[in-house]
């Protein structure tokens, strides 16, 4: 699926979000498009319209360590790993690609965490994202690590209330039950980390955020 979202045209303090067709341009006030399993087809339109590449599904999968943040024809690439599923009995973390360009923020994924549904929801609200692609991804970026730490909270709460009812017995169970807190964690820092060091990314939205504010 291909969406976009644009600056309203009416109050101009607010994104609205469309589906875009198979035989449907996407317009140049594309301020941020999201593809979510895309087709060979809606890749490509993209990769046309911004003039990048769409990494694919296993590309994004087979990444080293090293090359999670890089530049290519003048776009900014990030991979994160982002937790989703939470609420069900095997959550999961999901890759996502993050591409800055001066036009356009592309993010391409193959799940749907929770973050970009919260994420989404508040950029339709008066004010909810500045309007240049640096903005949004850097608020996208935060509701991925806010959304982090809830689930840390509740997986939190759940092994405190499990180890006041653990005797002796259980407590080797007790113990246990920090894994999935410890994966989280990891996941959480490793976005707080790639929002805050000295990157690519960090840079271009420094330098467009004192160009547009």
Not at 24 to 38: E, R
Not at 46 to 65: A, F, G
Request: hydrophobic letters at 35%; glycine letters at 6%; proline letters at 6%.
């Amino acid at each position: 699926m291909l969406s976009i979202n644009t600056v309203c045209p009416a109050t101009r303090d607010k994104l609205i979000r469309s589906e875009i067709g198979a035989d449907d341009p996407i317009p140049d006030g594309a301020l941020w498009i999201d593809l979510l399993n895309p087709t060979l087809e809606e890749d490509r339109k993209v990769e046309q319209h911004l003039r990048i590449s769409i990494p694919t599904r296993e590309e994004m999968r087979d990444l080293e360590p090293s090359e999670i943040i890089y530049t290519e024809n003048h776009a900014h690439y990030m991979t994160a790993r982002v937790i989703c599923r939470t609420n069900t009995t095997v959550p999961k973390l999901a890759d996502v690609t993050f591409i800055l360009t001066e036009k356009a923020l592309v993010t391409v994924r193959y799940d749907e965490p929770g973050a970009f549904t919260i994420f989404q929801n508040r950029v339709t609200k008066p004010d909810g994202c500045g309007l240049e692609p640096s903005a949004v991804i850097e608020g996208l970026i935060e509701a991925i690590v806010d959304r982090a730490a809830e689930v840390l909270r509740g997986v939190g709460d759940q092994i405190e209330e499990a180890s006041r009812g653990a005797g002796p017995q259980n407590s080797d169970r007790a113990r246990q039950a920090t894994s999935p807190r410890s994966g989280l964690g990891q996941a959480s820092s490793s976005l707080s980390h790639a929002r805050t060091r000295d990157s690519p990314l960090r840079k271009d939205r420094k330098s467009s955020t004192a160009c547009c504010s």
